[in-house]
């Protein structure tokens, strides 16, 4: 019996030996700013992400009082943003930069799926990204915060607010997809690439 508990105990944690992967993890180390804060970088990067959204369409109404928020508080931070976001650009460490020969297997990553390809409530490819909701009502995250997953074998959705882990392969892999909005279709820019063989909502 105490051989069977010890073949147990050394094969459990081989099957729970999958990788955490941190969304931080899929940014290049060149694409943060050392002169700002976390909190600092964050604020700048969502103003690009909005300025960016704004050279292709019109910002709606609750998109464009987000850009103007985030300006106030930068303002209000004492930041330039207009010398940060020339930064971000000019030495190559804007929001979209992914990690090109990023390959890991047997990984898992937290976050909130977008459905693309859906059957009923199934659905077999969708878009994960770090925060609830995102591409639905505000700029989608930058490629680097952006991952197609897919998934043959169907995940019953939830909800977009329902976290889940994804685990599988992941790789780096430049591709866009159409994420239907309330305001129409939207070209989402993607950095990264699941070849999921698991998909687990948590609380």
């Not at 700048?44 to 300006?71: C, F, N, W």
């Not at 508080?73 to 971000?88: I, S």
């Not at 909130?112 to 505000?138: D, W």
């Not at 995940?155 to 892999?173: N, R």
Request: with cysteine.
């Amino acid at each position: 019996m105490k051989n069977i508990l010890l073949m147990f105990a050394l094969i459990a944690p081989l099957a729970n030996a999958a990788d955490t992967l941190s969304w931080d993890s899929l940014r290049p180390q060149n694409t943060q700013q050392q002169s700002l804060s976390p909190s600092d970088k964050a604020l700048v990067t969502e103003i690009y992400v909005y300025e960016v959204a704004q050279q292709s369409r019109k910002l709606s109404p609750m998109e464009h009082d987000g850009y103007i928020k985030r300006i106030e508080l930068a303002e209000k931070r004492g930041l330039n943003v207009r010398e940060a976001l020339d930064e971000m650009v000019s030495g190559k460490r804007y929001a979209n930069a992914i990690i090109p020969d990023l390959q890991v297997n047997d990984m898992k990553l937290g976050g909130f799926l977008v459905p693309l390809e859906m059957e009923g409530l199934v659905g077999t490819q969708f878009i994960l990204v770090p925060t609830a909701g995102a591409c639905v009502h505000t700029p989608p995250p930058p490629a680097n915060q952006t991952i197609l997953v897919d998934f043959p074998e169907g995940y019953q959705m939830q909800s977009l607010y329902t976290p889940v882990w994804v685990e599988g392969d992941i790789k780096a892999g430049g591709v866009s997809a159409s994420v239907a909005l309330s305001d129409g279709n939207q070209d989402i820019e993607i950095g990264y690439v699941i070849d999921a063989s698991d998909i687990v909502a948590y609380q």
